[in-house]
């Protein structure tokens, strides 16, 4: 993994990458970007639909972006027909909406026939501006990587990509009940992996993906963590005045869960658990409260209802609490009333969610999948779990159980864990990418010219 990043030894320090023949000092960062993110937009809720970690990366990238004077441009498709066809989002981040497609209703996985009409969209916004406009396309998702590898190639500007998630990584680990990814998705995203002139991996893991499952040329790979808005997720005024706005028992052992409900994110595995936890103790039913924050999203919408009636086959469905989505501040609050996050997920390219319940001051119980060997310290801030055996989670949770003082232990551990992941710097490490992308588009066109 070292070739991707003189390896992340500590976490603490941040990303520190390593760019292959020599970082390019005395490039130029880009003045205006565009990026792209057709499936999903950076105004939507998190944890609605296909609204997740990916809407809060754009979102918080791009204002960090904007204040180290790099503008940016966010292309999504218009999903209503009442939107203004751009928004500013923030001072320097302008979020364009593109007309491609019915606005309600439209699946993920139509979004591909209407990939067209979403790169006209784009050129049109463009073809009104003077040349040289955008300096760099950064495309998320592979939806985006095709619009991006188009736009890149016509305004002679480098492209740099972030995958966020992989189809043949996700198929290699599918949840019982959960739709193989496409073919068509695979050969969408090795087309990217081809032509970005740089990749940006969450995880040095997820690099080794990039390289072992797409052929990538691991000199164009770079690692960059992802942040956490410190402002937003800290411990403030501490568990207990959480629970007491959230109306939750002070005294109650709390296992959250927060994303969105589908076979992937594997909620059923938290359920489980805890009904194996009440099999063991019964006594702990009358302290025990197991919210599920989030809303059916991608396969989990074919049975809407198959969570909350798996709550009532394995008769825990007293104990189980279901809140639709909400917005960062309650979130935050959430995560501080909680005793732990449980994310028993079977793929997670980072884990957003596992770093923003740490920086609220609170632990993690997690798969050891994915970027979260990363984002949570194992036996510090938290358990990673190998597999999704309901069982193994039971006993992590039964460890919170028998030791209420874990809970704050473990709390103070995992937010000082998160200090090291602000979005400043992820923003500056994204804008060393982008130099050192200009830098070698630059070098080619002039090899190729002369």
């Known amino acids: 993994m070292s070739q991707y990043v ?21 490039s130029r960062k880009p003045r205006r970007i565009a990026m792209l993110s057709v499936h999903t937009s950076p105004l939507h809720q998190p944890g609605t639909g296909d609204a997740g970690g990916m809407n809060v990366y754009i979102v918080e990238l791009a204002k960090r972006l904007a204040a180290i004077n790099i503008e940016v441009e966010v292309f999504t498709r218009a999903t209503t027909g009442s939107l203004p066809p751009a928004v500013e989002l923030a001072p320097g981040v302008l979020v364009r909406h593109v007309d491609a497609g019915p606005y309600e209703g439209l699946a993920k996985e139509d ?3 209407q990939l067209c009409a979403f790169t006209h969209g784009v050129m049109q916004a463009w073809a009104g501006q003077r040349p040289g406009y955008y300096d760099l396309v950064h495309s998320h998702y592979w939806l985006s990587g095709q619009v991006g590898w188009l736009a890149a190639q016509r305004w002679g500007v480098p492209l740099v990509h972030a995958m966020h998630t992989m189809a043949k990584v996700k198929n290699a680990a599918l949840a019982a009940g959960d739709t193989p990814e496409p073919a068509a998705r695979v050969i969408g995203e090795t ?3 081809n032509a970005s ?9 997820e690099a080794d993906e990039l390289v072992r499952f797409y052929d990538a040329d691991p000199s164009s790979v770079a690692v960059v963590h992802p942040g ?18 959230l109306g939750l028992p002070q005294d109650a052992l709390i296992p959250l869960f927060a994303g969105r ?43 809407p209802e198959g969570l909350q ?32 996050l449980v994310m028993p997920s079977y793929s997670e390219s980072f884990g957003l969610v596992a770093i923003e319940a740490q920086a609220a001051g609170t632990p993690v119980v997690a798969a050891a999948v994915g970027g979260l060997p990363v984002a949570v310290r194992d036996g510090v801030s938290g358990f990673l779990i190998p597999g999704h055996e309901p069982e193994a989670y039971a006993r992590a949770l039964e460890r919170f159980a028998d030791a209420p003082e874990l809970v704050e232990r473990m709390g103070a551990a995992a937010a000082a864990h998160a200090q090291s992941f602000g979005w400043d710097t992820a923003a500056s490490a994204t804008a060393d990418v982008y130099t050192a992308a200009l830098a070698d588009h630059r070098r080619r066109a002039r090899t190729h010219h002369g």
């Open 6 to 26: 003189s390896r992340l030894g500590s976490t603490r320090t941040g990303p520190r990458l390593r760019f292959p023949g020599g970082f390019p000092g005395s």
């Open 111 to 113: 979004l591909p026939a």
């Open 191 to 193: 087309q990217i992996v």
């Open 197 to 205: 002139d740089r990749l940006i991996a969450n995880t040095a893991e």
């Open 228 to 245: 956490v808005n410190l402002d937003r997720f800290r411990p403030a005024d501490g568990r207990a005045a959480a629970r007491a706005r």
């Open 261 to 303: 409900i589908q076979p992937l994110k594997a909620p059923d595995v938290l359920l489980r658990a805890v009904a194996v936890l009440l099999e063991r103790d019964p006594s702990l039913r009358s302290r025990i409260v197991v919210p599920v924050v989030g809303g059916p999203s991608g396969s989990g919408l074919a049975k």
């Open 309 to 340: 009636k798996l709550a009532a086959r394995l008769g825990i469905a007293d104990v189980v609490r279901f809140h639709p989505p909400v917005g960062q501040d309650r979130l935050a609050d959430w995560f501080r009333a909680a005793s732990v």
